[in-house]
C-alpha cells in the first residue's frame, strides 16, 4: 500500500521569476486579505513566496500555468521529493516548449513537469495564447499538484465529490479534487461551489502552501488503523492508531476537540462511531489533527452489537428485548458485572429503569453485548443467554421490516422480516411514503404492491401511527441462516466474509462451539469435519494431484439469538450451486435510480450493485450510444433529465458481470442531428443532446424519426434552425430515438436566414457582403471545429488563411441569433494530427480542424500509416474540407 500523506493544494513563486524579493514584514497591501495574512508572512518566512519590487505582494493577482508548475517545482524540491531521473530534462523538451512559447525562464521546470508526468502534452496549449501567459484554473492546478504528489497518496474515482457544480469539474480533475476535498485541504464556497474554473491567486496558493510544505516536511502519514479505543464514559475516549508508515499516534478525543467525517467528508459523525480495526485518515494542521475521516463504512447497529432491539422489560435480573427486525422477545440474563450506558456515557441499571419509567410513551432501543453460558437450570443442563453491556437511547419512532402481506390508502399490513408475526399500522396524516430513495404517494405504493412480492421499512410513532413507508423489490435484511457469503479469511480466531460490497468479521469464542460442514469436489452431501478440517479445506491442503486451486470459498452460516455463530457451511466455486442449490448468477431489471462509488442502484431497491472497475464490450452494453463505456454510463445515471433502464447479472456478491442499458427518455437542448443522408458514416442518424446540467451525450436515432407536429419533419431539423432548440426525446426498445419533440422553439424566433462566406466588418460580421450585429448570445455550432466562443470565432474570421461559410439566423432586429459555420479550406504549417484532428499554424496562432475517419483521410493523402503525419510536421499545407465541413484531405 502506498503510504499517505495529508496534503494541500499549494505553490511558491520561485526565486528569481522577478528581479526584487521582498521579506512579509515589508509587504504593505496583505491587509487586504487579512484572512491569509499571517500564512502569507508564513511562507515568506519560509522562503517559499516572494513579493514584488514596489513591496506588494498582490495577493489578488491570478497565478499563471507556467509560474504554477514552478511553484510546484519548488514544493518537491524543498521537502526533498523531486524525483532526479525527471531533472535537467530540459534539451528533450527545448523544441516543443519554444513551439507553445512557454516563458524562458520557467522552461526548465515545465520540462521536469512533462518528464515527470505532472503535465502531459496536451496541457501546454492552456499555457500561453499568442505568447501572452494564461492564468491558471483551480481544477488545473489540482491535476498538477495530485500528479506531484501521486507516489504518496491513493487516488480514487473522484465519485464521492458533491460540490453543487460538480457537473463543471472535468474528468481528468474530479480524482484530484475529491483527494484534496476528502482531506479538508479544499473547500465549497458559501454556495457549496467549487468553482473549478475560476482563476487561482496568490493569496490562496500562500494558503494551501503553507500546509502543504509543513506536513511534507515532518513527513506525517495521515492514514491508519485504529488498533485500540477506550470509551471513558462517553466523556472523552483515548485512540490508538497504528499509521500506514508504521508510526503510532496515541490521541485522546472529544465530541468538543475533533470532528469525525464519513469517508467523503458529506456527514459528521459521533466519535462513539469509531471502533477498533476501523481505516481512518487523520488530517494535520501543521504538528496539530484537527479532524478525522472514516475510511470504512461506518457500523450499523445490527453489525456493531450482538442484538439490537426495543426493551420490553427490566426487571428480576432479565431484560427482554423485543427484536428490531423479527419482532420475537428474547429473555437475556443480566450479568453481575453488567454496564449500562446511556447515549454512549456510563451509568446504572436503576437510572435505566427510571428512563423506561419516565417514557413509557417512547420506544427504549438498546445494543446489547452478550454470551452464551451453559448451565444447569432446573436441574438440566441448557444454553442460557447472558447480556454483558448495555447501550441505551431513547426514540420517539421505531422501524421495523417485512414483506407486504396487504395495502390500502390508510393501512400497511405485513410478516415480520425473520419471524411469522403479522404486524399493521394505520397511517399518521404526515406520513412520507417512498419507493427506494424516491418521495412518492400512497397510490404509488399501493399500485407496486399489487405487482407482486415486495417489502416495506415502516417507522411507527409513539401513538402506533406509521409515519414513514419505504417500499422496495428486494429485502431489506437478508435471512442470515440462507445469505451466501464468500470468504475472505478464515483460522482459529475468526472468519472474515462479504456480502453485497460489505466486509463482516465475526470472531470465535471457541472453535469448540461451532459446527463445520464442507461439501467435497463432485460431492452430494455435507460433510460435518472438526475446524481443522475446515481450515485444510479452506487452505487447500486438501487439493490433489494436478487439481487446480479453487478462485472463491464461499460460506453460510447459522447464528443462535444472541447472534453467535453456531454452524459454517463452506463450499468451493465449481461446488456451489450443488451445494446451496442456487446459480451464481442473479438477475435485475429496472430503471437506475443512480451510480455513485462504483455501486448501481436501481429506483425500486435497495440493494447495490457493485460495477467492475473495466468490462469488455459483450459485458456493457448501452443500446442507442454509439460507444458504451462506464463513463457515459454513470454519466446517464447521474443526469437528472435522462430516464435509463438496466438490465443486470449479478454474482453472489452482487457484482455486475454483464450490464445492457438503455435510455427511454430524455430532455434537454438538441446540439446537433445528423440524418440518414449524411455523408460521414459516423455522424450519421446521430444526435447530440446537452442536458441542463452541462452534460452531453451523443446518441443514435432511427433513420427517420417521428415529430409531434406538422410543422417540421426530420429533415428540417437538421438545419440550423433547430440546433440549440429545446427538445423532448422518446426511444425504441433499442434505445434508438424515435421521436423527437421541439418543445421551445425560441433559437428560431428569427424572421430572417442568409448564408455565404463570413468575414469581420469592424465589430460585425459580414454575411454574402452584408453586415449584422453580433447578438449578446450568440449561439455558434461547426462540424468543423470545437470553438463555440464569439471572440475565438471573429479571431478565425479575421485569419486570411482561413475561408468559412456560414447559415445564420438573424432576428427582427437584424442581429445574428445562431450561426452554423462550415470551413473550406485553410492553410499553414502543419503541426500535427491527433485522433480525428489535424492543426495548423497560420501567421495568427494554431487551429485544430476535426477530419473524416483516419483510414479515409490516409487514403486521400497517400499516406500508408499514421506514423507518415508526422513527416508532414513543419511543412506548408492547404486543407480541403467536404461538404459536412470535415478535413478531407492536404
Same mark, same amino acid.
Given at each position: ?69 514552478? !511553484?510546484?517545482?519548488?514544493?518537491? &524540491? ?29 522552461? &526548465? ?40 504528489? &501521486? ?41 457549496? $461551489? ?67 467525517? $464519513? ?8 466519535? =462513539? ?139 400497511? &399490513? ?46 411507527? $410513532? =409513539? ?190 456478491? $452482487? ?14 437542448? !438538441? ?77 428560431? =424566433? ?141
Amino acid at each position: 500500500m502506498k503510504r499517505k500523506m495529508a496534503m494541500a493544494l499549494a505553490a511558491v513563486l520561485v526565486a528569481g521569476s522577478l528581479p526584487v524579493t521582498v521579506s512579509a514584514a515589508t509587504f504593505t497591501d496583505i491587509n487586504e486579505v487579512s484572512w491569509a495574512s499571517s500564512t502569507i508572512q508564513a511562507v515568506s518566512d519560509k522562503g517559499l513566496i516572494n513579493g514584488y519590487e514596489d513591496g506588494t505582494f498582490r495577493a489578488k493577482n491570478n497565478v499563471t500555468y507556467s509560474e504554477a508548475m514552478v !511553484m510546484v517545482y519548488n514544493l518537491m &524540491s524543498k521537502t526533498g521529493n523531486l524525483k532526479t531521473s525527471a531533472t535537467n530534462t530540459l534539451s528533450i523538451y527545448q523544441s516543443v516548449l519554444n513551439t507553445y512559447k512557454i516563458p524562458t525562464w520557467s522552461q &526548465s521546470t515545465v520540462a521536469y513537469g512533462l518528464s515527470a508526468q505532472i503535465l502531459m502534452a496536451a496541457d501546454l496549449p492552456k499555457f500561453t495564447t499568442n505568447g501572452v501567459s494564461n492564468p491558471a484554473t483551480r481544477q488545473d492546478v489540482a491535476v498538477m499538484f495530485g500528479r506531484a504528489l &501521486s507516489e504518496k497518496y491513493d487516488i480514487y474515482a473522484g465519485t464521492g465529490v458533491n460540490y453543487n457544480d460538480v457537473w463543471r469539474i472535468s474528468d481528468e480533475a474530479m480524482p484530484y479534487v475529491d483527494l484534496l476535498t476528502r482531506l479538508g485541504i479544499v473547500t465549497g464556497d458559501d454556495s457549496g $461551489n467549487f468553482n473549478p474554473t475560476a482563476n487561482i491567486t496568490r493569496a490562496e496558493m500562500a494558503v494551501m502552501m503553507n500546509k502543504t510544505y509543513d506536513l511534507l516536511s515532518n513527513e506525517l502519514a495521515n492514514t491508519g488503523e485504529i488498533t485500540e479505543i477506550v470509551n471513558h464514559d462517553g466523556d472523552y475516549y483515548d485512540v490508538d492508531v497504528k499509521m500506514d508508515n508504521g508510526e503510532r499516534n496515541r490521541l485522546t478525543l472529544s465530541d468538543d476537540n475533533i470532528s469525525v467525517y $464519513n469517508k467523503d467528508g458529506s456527514r459528521e459523525l459521533p466519535i =462513539s462511531s469509531l471502533s477498533k480495526g476501523d481505516k481512518v485518515s487523520l488530517v494535520f494542521d501543521g504538528l496539530v489533527i484537527t479532524k478525522i475521516y472514516l475510511l470504512d463504512e461506518e457500523a450499523s447497529a445490527q453489525e456493531k452489537y450482538d442484538a439490537v432491539g426495543y426493551i420490553y422489560s427490566l426487571k428480576d435480573g432479565y431484560l427482554n428485548l423485543e427484536s428490531e427486525n423479527t419482532g420475537e422477545t428474547t429473555k437475556y440474563k443480566i450479568n453481575t458485572n453488567c454496564t449500562y450506558y446511556l447515549d454512549g456515557k456510563k451509568t446504572t441499571e436503576s437510572a435505566i429503569k427510571d428512563v423506561i419509567d419516565d417514557n413509557s410513551d417512547k420506544y427504549v432501543y438498546a445494543g446489547l453485548y452478550t454470551e452464551t453460558k451453559n448451565e444447569k437450570v432446573d436441574g438440566e443442563r441448557q444454553d442460557v443467554l447472558y447480556a454483558n453491556a448495555v447501550y441505551v437511547t431513547v426514540k420517539d419512532e421505531y422501524t421495523q421490516t417485512g414483506e407486504v402481506t396487504d395495502f390500502t390508502s390508510t393501512t400497511v &399490513s405485513y410478516k415480520a422480516s425473520g419471524s411469522n408475526a403479522r404486524k399493521s399500522a394505520d397511517f399518521a396524516s404526515d406520513c412520507e411514503f417512498y419507493i427506494g430513495d424516491k418521495k412518492s404517494s400512497a397510490k404509488d405504493l399501493e399500485d407496486m404492491a399489487e405487482s407482486g412480492t415486495v417489502y416495506v421499512k415502516v417507522t411507527v $410513532n =409513539s401513538k402506533g401511527k406509521a409515519t414513514k413507508v419505504v417500499m422496495t423489490e428486494d429485502k431489506f435484511t437478508d435471512n442470515t441462516a440462507s445469505s451466501t457469503y464468500t470468504v475472505k479469511g478464515f483460522n482459529k480466531d475468526r472468519i472474515v466474509v462479504s456480502r453485497g460490497g460489505t466486509t463482516t468479521t465475526y470472531e470465535f469464542g471457541s472453535t469448540s462451539d461451532i459446527t463445520y460442514y464442507i461439501w467435497e469436489k463432485g460431492g452430494t452431501k455435507w460433510d460435518e469435519v472438526s475446524f481443522r478440517g475446515a481450515e485444510s479445506f479452506y487452505d487447500e491442503d486438501d487439493l490433489k494431484p494436478n487439481e487446480k486451486p479453487y478462485d472463491t470459498m464461499y460460506a453460510r452460516m447459522n447464528f443462535d439469538k444472541s447472534g453467535k455463530i453456531t454452524a459454517i457451511y463452506m463450499v468451493k466455486d465449481s461446488d456451489r450451486e450443488d451445494a446451496f442449490g442456487e446459480a451464481e448468477a442473479t438477475e435485475k431489471k429496472g430503471t437506475v435510480e443512480s451510480i455513485k462509488d462504483g455501486k448501481l442502484k436501481f429506483k425500486t431497491s435497495s440493494t447495490e450493485y457493485t460495477l467492475q472497475s473495466k468490462y469488455d464490450e459483450d459485458s456493457l452494453e448501452i443500446g442507442g450510444a454509439p460507444t458504451s463505456s462506464l463513463t457515459v454510463l454513470t454519466r446517464m445515471a447521474n443526469c437528472d433529465d435522462v430516464t435509463l433502464y438496466a438490465e443486470i447479472k449479478a454474482d453472489g456478491n $452482487n457484482k455486475i458481470t454483464d450490464i445492457e442499458a438503455r435510455l427511454t427518455a430524455a430532455e434537454g437542448k !438538441m446540439i446537433e442531428y445528423n440524418g440518414k443522408d449524411t455523408s460521414d458514416s459516423d455522424k450519421k442518424n446521430t444526435l447530440t443532446l446537452e442536458t441542463p446540467d452541462g452534460s452531453q451525450f451523443k446518441l443514435k436515432t432511427v433513420s427517420n424519426p417521428k415529430t409531434d407536429s406538422d410543422d417540421y419533419d426530420a429533415e428540417d431539423l437538421q438545419t440550423t434552425g433547430y440546433r440549440g432548440s429545446s427538445v423532448k426525446l422518446e426511444f425504441n426498445n433499442d434505445g434508438e430515438i424515435s421521436k423527437i419533440i421541439v418543445t421551445d422553439s425560441k433559437y428560431n =424566433s428569427g424572421t430572417k436566414r442568409v448564408k455565404g462566406t463570413a468575414s469581420v466588418d469592424g465589430s460585425k460580421i459580414k454575411i454574402d457582403g452584408k453586415s449584422y450585429s453580433w447578438d449578446s448570445k450568440t449561439y455558434i455550432t461547426s462540424s468543423s471545429f470545437t470553438y463555440s466562443t464569439k471572440d475565438m470565432f471573429e479571431r478565425m474570421l479575421q485569419d486570411k488563411d482561413i475561408e468559412v461559410y456560414v447559415e445564420a439566423t438573424i432576428s427582427d432586429s437584424n442581429k445574428v441569433e445562431r450561426i452554423n459555420a462550415r470551413v473550406e479550406s485553410a492553410e499553414g504549417e502543419f503541426v500535427e494530427y491527433d485522433s480525428g484532428s489535424v492543426v495548423i499554424e497560420t501567421d495568427s496562432r494554431k487551429w485544430s480542424f476535426n477530419t473524416v475517419s483516419k483510414n479515409t483521410l490516409l487514403k486521400n493523402c497517400g499516406l500508408d500509416d499514421e506514423k507518415d503525419f508526422e513527416k508532414k510536421e513543419g511543412k506548408n499545407v492547404t486543407l480541403e474540407f467536404n461538404s459536412d465541413g470535415l478535413v478531407e484531405e492536404f
